[in-house]
């Protein structure tokens, strides 16, 4: 397939033929050689005109939170309603692993054989800036072979929240109904930067599901008052949304609450302020993570950065005086 | 005066030659002359076998909470006891005021006239980077000059407080005892960065001086759970402690809490591991400064970024396509 079929299969194939012209473009997005980096980059720009009308729905929780059975919940509730969705995941393990565990299709086993899902796995190595590259771009191929809804979902752990929050439009934090759940969000940063958050399981223990969401609304405001700009009274205060997906209850409420963020960010604007700046944000991460690969490849550099660290770390050489010599010797 | 001159003047010459070495290294440090950057780097080199025996203590606080008090009462204590005390500063904001008022001496007006303290404020111009580069810097100076208790404040808004934590032996957080202050401090993530907690002011209201012991502890608890691996229950559990700085109580159970937790680090050698981990961290944080200084300085970027950019924002472009077109100019 020459980039150009895909490019035409992905924005006005039949249904099979998207589906190959999608595996085909996200195939090409992933691979390390040159030539296909390239092609892939001809394709992205390409592409680039028939993307950004889909609702961007990042969704992170800690393992255990029933992030799978949620999405699956709320997958089959849109396209009910006959929306067109795509399932996308960043698996900070993955680097590690070799494989990834996020946005297994079996782990979604209605939405994922549905005409109207596309769910794709984390890409399944490299860095977690090189995973995120990978899971923003096949986003832009769902968008241009016309999925309206692209769900990013993360797990809690790590910085990939960061990234997914850096590439959707509303981020959506899922907690379960436990004390000190919310303070491990709000250490982490996550918790500022949720739109909504969501309790789920909370027909467990209904009790500890009311008394979490009195606590992180009111933990929303306190952090509101000095917190994401996005977030003043005047725009928007986070939601706290009780759910259980596993019975289908919330859904329909948590949804509404999507949409109404939506309404909002479109009437004043800031949807567009939010994703240039998020384009910006993310050429910059490239920018880089791309320097300091090459600064660390460089022959000269390479050769005496052991040397000068451990001279650093053994309290030979000053940490900036090292920084300056080695700066010195790229070229 | 030489380099050679400045370096036996700040390690072994009398009172008043030692404090006018260190004023001379210190202008050397913070000259933007490339020969000068070349002469600091040769001091430095040569005064590091004279650092590294001193007790660095960073401290950080919102403006109101009394640092300048604080600094000036445990001080003037240490140097009853025969320490003697350096001052240093960073302040995040002067790189845009071009003013400093972090480390004023006037506002510590006991201790900035007692012979055994030096007082430096903050570097005034620069990002945060380059300034905390100089406090650095100019600790190493207080260190050679014998200085045994080295103090880095800043103010606690901004990044800053990470510069400070990445260049001390112990962070202490300075709060007020007001309700949803320590909720900033953990969604900054400050918090979980804290060795000590102190909550100042505590005599004006000793209710919630008492509440606010009782959260935050209780909050440090459920932070170190999955925090700060340095704070394992088998190492240490950040201490609060109540203090009235302007009345001077307190100090002294701060001051021994501090010698707890020194005498902990030093027997398990943990101190050791932090300043290699710190000096690491530095060489790397100005490596990656330097790339990206460069990078924005390349005539051929320089020319190229802003219509690249341009494109990236209007959706022209996809951003990862034009961080690889930009890196490509780089050479």
Redesign the interface.
């Known amino acids: 397939m020459t980039p150009e079929q895909i490019l035409a299969g992905i924005v006005q194939g039949t249904s099979a033929a998207q589906r190959r012209a999608m595996a085909k473009a996200i195939t090409l997005l992933e691979s390390t050689r040159a030539d296909h980096?390239t092609q892939a980059?001809a394709l992205?720009?390409a592409l680039?005109p028939h993307?950004?009308r889909s609702l961007r729905l990042g969704i992170s929780g800690v393992p255990g939170v029933g992030k799978s059975t949620f999405i699956e919940a709320l997958g089959l509730h849109l396209i009910a309603q006959g929306h067109r969705v795509a399932v996308l995941a960043i698996d900070p393990s993955s680097s590690v692993s070799g494989g990834s565990i996020l946005g297994d299709k079996t782990r979604m086993e209605h939405l994922s054989v549905h005409e109207s899902a596309y769910i794709r796995p984390s890409p399944s190595s490299g860095t977690l800036g090189g995973v995120a590259?990978k899971t923003?771009?096949a986003m832009?191929v769902c968008e241009a072979a016309g999925y309206d809804v692209v769900i990013v979902e993360t797990v809690g752990v790590g910085q990939s929240e960061t990234a997914v929050h850096g590439m959707t439009d509303m981020f959506c934090l899922l907690q379960l109904p436990n004390a000190?759940d919310d303070?491990?969000a709000?250490?982490k940063?996550v918790?500022?930067l949720a739109d909504l958050v969501v309790i789920n399981k909370a027909d467990i223990d209904p009790d500890a599901a009311t008394r979490a969401r009195a606590q992180i609304t009111s933990?929303l405001r306190?952090?509101g008052?000095?917190?994401n700009p996005e977030h003043g009274s005047a725009f928007w205060q986070p939601q706290v949304i009780q759910m259980s997906a596993l019975h289908g209850q919330g859904v329909d409420s948590f949804w509404a609450a999507v949409s109404q963020y939506r309404d909002l960010q479109t009437a004043n604007g800031r949807l567009g302020v939010r994703r240039?700046q998020q384009?910006?944000a993310?050429?910059?991460e490239?920018?880089?993570a791309?320097?300091?690969q090459?600064?660390r490849e460089h022959p000269k550099v390479r050769e005496a950065l052991e040397s000068t660290?451990r001279a650093?770390?053994e309290?030979?050489?000053?940490?900036?005086?090292?920084?300056?010599q080695?700066?010195e010797l790229?070229d």
Not at 316 to 322: I, K, Q, Y
Request: proline share 2%; charged share 25%.
């Open positions: 980096r980059d992205l720009t680039l993307t950004g590259e923003r771009e832009l000190g303070l491990q709000i250490k940063g918790m500022e933990s306190l952090l008052m000095h917190g240039q384009a910006r993310w050429m910059w490239r920018i880089d791309g320097l300091k090459r600064f660290g650093v770390i309290g030979r050489l000053p940490a900036s005086t090292a920084a300056r080695l700066l790229f």
